[in-house]
T-cell receptor, first 114, second 115 residues
Framework: DVKVTQSSRYLVKRTGEKVFLECVQD?????MFWYRQDPGLGLRLIYFSYDVKMKEKGDIPEGYSVSREKKERFSLILESASTNQTSMYLC?????????????FGPGTRLTVL | AQKVTQAQTEISVVEKEDVTLDCVYETRDTTYYLFWYKQPPSGELVFLIR??????QNEISGRYSWNFQKSTSSFNFTITASQVVDSAVYFC????????????FGKGNQVVVIP
């Protein structure tokens, strides 16, 4: 079974802090994704990565950056956390670049920025 | 740009009732893929089904069934004889073959099954 793990289930940070959200997958998937989920807005794509060291902006990249130094790990970075970044963050991975492949999701990190 | 609409935000049903979740999509591609995911209270989205645009056969898996109609751009999901364990948020999503490999999600349907 594909397993996608995220470093924390719950995280509380202060405004202005630098925040790292880590995601690891164990199935050698090429593609990895970061989404945020907010009530009434569904899932919105922040960044995705086709392969190591490759990244592309999603629909809402402002205020975020990412890092993919190893195939299994995809990190989301909030350079200076703000209260409007309080949200549920979901990581996903997918085999290959085919749009027909399903994405496998981690359990999510609920981030609160005070 | 691809777009997915799930009109009903929250649906409450009494256990053993059937519930149908509507999904309407928009795309200019002739080849595309439709998905349904379930998000239980634990938070992790679970893949339920995928359909490609050339396969309009309906599918049944246990108490779950899906009705894909290209003529109305819809991919509806029915849970028959609902159970409390079906309480979750359900997402419909679309991926275009000629696009950027992104998955566009609808806003989700919160299903509450009352015992």
């Amino acid at each position: 079974d594909v397993k996608v793990t995220q470093s924390s289930r719950y995280l509380v940070k202060r405004t202005g802090e630098k925040v790292f959200l880590e995601c690891v997958q164990d199935m050698d998937h090429e593609n990895m994704f970061w989404y945020r989920q907010d009530p009434g807005l569904g899932l919105r794509l922040i960044y995705f990565s086709y392969d190591v060291k490759m990244k592309e902006k999603g629909d809402i990249p402002e205020g975020y950056s990412v890092s993919r130094e190893k195939k299994e790990r995809f990190s989301l970075i909030l350079e200076s956390a703000s209260t409007n970044q309080t949200s549920m963050y979901l990581c996903a991975s997918r085999s290959g670049t085919g749009p027909y492949n399903e994405q496998f999701f981690g359990p999510g990190t609920r981030l609160t920025v005070l | 740009a691809q777009k997915v609409t799930q009109a009903q935000t929250e649906i409450s049903v009494v256990e053993k009732e059937d519930v149908t979740l509507d999904c309407v999509y928009e795309t200019r591609d002739t080849t595309y893929y439709l998905f349904w995911y379930k998000q239980p209270p634990s938070g992790e989205l679970v893949f339920l089904i995928r359909r490609n645009s050339f396969d309009e056969q309906n599918e049944i898996s246990g108490r779950y069934s899906w009705n894909f109609q290209k003529s109305t751009s819809s991919f509806n999901f029915t849970i028959t004889a609902s159970q409390v364990v079906d309480s979750a948020v359900y997402f419909c999503a679309l991926s275009e073959a000629g696009g950027n490999n992104r998955l566009a999600f609808g806003k989700g349907n919160q299903v509450v099954v009352i015992p």
